[in-house]
């Protein structure tokens, strides 16, 4: 749904809603025959003489899933083979988890345009969970650690660690750069008149921003990640990089996390990449061309 609202799908056309508001049918079911996927085509055509509506609803996104695969396998995993527990019957009714994911009177659809809209999702999605183990008032099992500590860092206090660790990092570093600071609604500036000063001794002037590490260890849904991203995407901007160069850059060489729920782990990798198209619409072509090496991992117990 994010990909689709954003234009961020390889094929360009939604597949759960349309582009046509007063159409309930998504796009992707009218163009069909026509989706740059590989598609049995007589299939397709099969289940549309049929009216095999909700088969041939599942079986492009299925198509879909396995072709996002090539660009983010740690999300969309092959589907060979789509069970009823995956794919529940009525996904296109009235009353459908589809429905009102799409239904722009429930979630409207600038919601859908900021990234963070990931990380609110999966708070909610596992909040039932999160209620049961904190009444339970036992000792929480290993598996049961996510649904308790998953919380959803607020923007304000995102922009506010970011802006005064890494902004400040690099700004002391480069006080040519510090017209960034005008942006950084949370940034705190030192009073005191010979703070320069008193820290040279401790700043690297020779920082060369491709050598930040920045490490979330508990990314979550990468809510920080994504902050930090943005704050390095200035700073890059500001050393004369290649606008395309850059999202790939940030991250291969700065963003680091860790967690220890695998779903996170993968909305934490999705978001990331969304934030790059963000800046390079181009940029799933590139990991095709390319691949990319990602910092961000799901610890398991040893």
């Known amino acids: 749904r994010f990909m689709e609202v954003n234009d961020y799908l390889p094929t360009k056309v939604r597949v759960l809603s349309s582009i046509h508001g007063d159409r309930s049918e998504p796009d992707m079911m009218k163009e069909a025959l026509s989706l740059d996927l590989d598609l049995d085509k007589e299939y397709v055509y099969e289940l549309k003489m049929n009216n095999q509506t909700d088969e041939l609803f599942k079986y492009l996104i299925k198509m879909h899933c396995n072709d996002l695969n090539r ?3 740690f999300m969309f995993e092959t589907i060979e083979d789509y069970t009823e527990i995956l794919f529940p019957e ?10 009102k994911m ?5 979630i409207p659809e600038d919601n859908w345009e900021q990234i963070e809209v990931i990380g609110w999702l999966y708070q909610y999605y596992i909040a039932d969970e999160k209620d049961r183990v904190f009444k339970a008032k036992r000792k929480y099992k290993a598996e049961e650690i996510p649904y308790a500590t998953q919380l ?3 923007d304000w206090i995102v922009q506010y660690m970011v802006q005064n660790s890494l902004g400040r990092y690099w700004t002391e570093a480069h006080p040519e750069h510090e017209d960034l600071i005008t942006n950084w609604e949370f940034f705190i500036k030192h009073q005191q ?3 320069q000063e008193k820290i040279a001794p401790y700043v690297n002037k020779e920082l060369n921003v491709e050598d930040i590490k920045c490490f979330d260890p508990a990314m979550g849904s990468g809510h920080i990640l994504v902050y ?5 995407y200035e700073i890059y901007s500001k050393c004369g990089y290649m606008e395309r160069e850059i999202p790939r850059l940030i991250i291969e060489k700065n963003l680091y996390g860790l967690d220890i729920d695998d779903r ?5 990798c ?7 198209l963000q800046y390079n619409r181009r940029f799933l072509r590139s990991i095709e061309r390319d691949g990319l090496t990602m910092n961000l991992a799901s610890i398991q117990e040893t």
């Open 193 to 195: 008149e010979d703070f």
């Open 270 to 276: 999705f978001s990331v990449v969304m934030k790059a």
């Open 152 to 154: 959803f860092t607020p």
């Open 71 to 73: 660009y983010m396998p």
């Open 264 to 268: 996170a782990y993968q909305l934490a």
């Open 102 to 106: 799409t239904d722009t009177e429930v």
């Open 228 to 232: 930090m991203f943005d704050v390095l």
């Open 90 to 99: 009525g996904l296109l009714g009235t009353d459908s988890f589809v429905r």
